[in-house]
């Protein structure tokens, strides 16, 4: 018998269960590699839930009504910049500006906290300094995300994220990447 790859175990389009019905049109089964447990994902809004859907997916359709039981509307978006500081522990502790990151956790919160306090007190700007000095390749565009949902991004940097206001800039953000400072824009 074959073996079926990760990507096939994780799209399975029905329940193996005997009696289960197969899942509702425009949905994939699929594992979390996190928790091993099934969550269920919209093949038109790319949206997961860990709700067992019971009406098809169409193209377009909103998930809200059939979403986890989070408190946010599962297909809400933010658009946010950023700037992330590396530090030696990072899960990859180099960027486009410097092959080996070597600073520590502490520098790289001093740094940040220092960019904060410069936008903050108007001496810089967001893009300015995401540009010069973040350590994310999205520096290039001064630092701009662009939209993205919930679940997208680390947890910690998508709960500040999403708690922001429009045009609220965050307290430093620790994720596995580094510290970031966050600047909603969307």
Not at 110 to 117: G, M, N
Not at 149 to 163: D, I, L, N, V
Request: a positive charge; one cysteine or more.
């Amino acid at each position: 018998m074959a073996e079926m790859s990760e990507q096939e175990g994780r799209n399975q389009t029905s329940d193996t269960k005997e009696g289960t019905p197969p899942l509702p049109k425009g949905w994939e089964k699929r594992m979390s590699r996190k928790t091993g447990e099934p969550y269920y994902y919209n093949v038109y809004s790319h949206e997961s839930q860990w709700r067992r859907p019971t009406e098809p997916a169409l193209p377009n359709m909103s998930s809200a009504s059939s979403s986890s039981s989070s408190s946010t509307s599962r297909n809400e978006q933010v658009k946010c910049s950023h700037i992330l500081v590396k530090h030696k522990n990072s899960r990859r502790p180099s960027s486009w500006k410097e092959a080996v990151i070597t600073r520590s956790k502490e520098d790289a919160l001093h740094l940040i906290q220092a960019y904060r306090d410069e936008i903050s007190s108007g001496k810089a700007e967001f893009r300015t300094l995401a540009s010069k000095y973040s350590d994310c390749s999205s520096a290039k565009n001064g630092g701009d995300l662009g939209y993205f949902h919930r679940g997208q991004m680390q947890k910690p940097f998508e709960e500040a994220a999403f708690a922001l206001t429009l045009g609220e800039l965050s307290q430093p953000v620790e994720t596995e990447s580094g510290i970031h400072i966050i600047l909603r824009t969307g």
